[in-house]
């Protein structure tokens, strides 16, 4: 084993360390913290002005949830109880009901009567989406979930249901005629049927949705 070099003392290293600091260095040497904080007023401003500019999430990210609807206006949601199941947090709660003769709220047998999700419990991990056999949840982009009272927190089926658009039809009433409720998740649906509107025009003649509702071609639709 050989014996590493031994540094002599009057080496240039030494004797760099033993030299003094100039008086340029003496001087600003109180002040010599404030460097990093002097170049950072002069670099661009990296701070989210939220609330004033809302900032841009990502195109996949996980915020308050949605229940959608088919293009005729009924509910995809069928009550399986699918999302409660698979909830880690135990946030969802759902109650299920069946669809009456004629007049249906979606699809098939059931439709979600009652639909709850804690906010206080629920961790925006997804799982419920990827349970939903006909994507009735989803998860949208609003992230402002702040309430004065934690009651408010715990959102109803009425909050979470996403609006009619513009020529749907407000449920219930029954489904398309000939069409089960595996065509509809398959996309056969593109509206409401005139047999559709004039059964709700009957019922309910002062349905605000009737104004807007526009039926769907019958021949398109087959096509």
């Given at each position: 084993m050989t014996d590493r070099p031994h540094r002599s003392r009057g080496s240039q290293h030494d004797k760099w360390l033993r030299d003094a600091p100039s008086a340029l260095a003496r001087a600003f040497a109180p002040v010599a913290g404030y460097g990093v904080t002097i170049s950072s007023m002069f670099r661009p401003v990296v701070t989210e002005q939220y609330p004033f500019e809302p900032p841009q999430v990502m195109p996949r990210y996980h915020g308050r949830h949605q229940l959608n609807r088919y293009d005729d206006g009924l509910e995809k949601c069928i009550g399986c109880e699918l999302c409660a199941w698979a909830c880690p947090a135990d946030a969802i709660y759902v109650e299920a009901a069946s669809n009456e003769p004629g007049a249906q709220y979606s699809p098939g047998e059931r439709y979600g009567r009652v639909?709850?999700?804690?906010?206080?419990?629920?961790?925006?991990?997804?799982?419920?989406?990827?349970?939903?056999?006909?994507?009735?949840?989803?998860?949208?982009?609003?992230?402002?979930?702040?309430?004065?009272?934690?009651?408010?927190?715990?959102?109803?089926?009425?909050?979470?249901?996403?609006?009619?658009?513009?020529?749907?039809?407000?449920?219930?009433?029954?489904?398309?005629?000939?069409?089960?409720?595996?065509?509809?998740?398959?996309?056969?649906?593109?509206?409401?049927?005139?047999?559709?509107?004039?059964?709700?025009?009957?019922?309910?003649?002062?349905?605000?949705?009737?104004?807007?509702?526009?039926?769907?071609?019958?021949?398109?639709?087959?096509?």
């Amino acid at each position: 084993m050989t014996d590493r070099p031994h540094r002599s003392r009057g080496s240039q290293h030494d004797k760099w360390l033993r030299d003094a600091p100039s008086a340029l260095a003496r001087a600003f040497a109180p002040v010599a913290g404030y460097g990093v904080t002097i170049s950072s007023m002069f670099r661009p401003v990296v701070t989210e002005q939220y609330p004033f500019e809302p900032p841009q999430v990502m195109p996949r990210y996980h915020g308050r949830h949605q229940l959608n609807r088919y293009d005729d206006g009924l509910e995809k949601c069928i009550g399986c109880e699918l999302c409660a199941w698979a909830c880690p947090a135990d946030a969802i709660y759902v109650e299920a009901a069946s669809n009456e003769p004629g007049a249906q709220y979606s699809p098939g047998e059931r439709y979600g009567r009652v639909y709850q999700i804690n906010y206080l419990r629920c961790i925006f991990c997804g799982f419920c989406i990827e349970a939903c056999p006909t994507r009735a949840l989803t998860m949208g982009h609003d992230f402002e979930l702040a309430e004065y009272r934690r009651a408010d927190d715990i959102y109803e089926k009425d909050q979470l249901l996403v609006p009619l658009s513009e020529g749907m039809l407000q449920p219930p009433h029954p489904q398309v005629e000939g069409l089960s409720d595996g065509d509809y998740y398959r996309g056969a649906v593109q509206g409401p049927t005139q047999t559709q509107i004039d059964w709700v025009r009957e019922h309910r003649p002062d349905d605000p949705s009737l104004a807007t509702a526009r039926p769907v071609n019958e021949e398109a639709r087959q096509a």
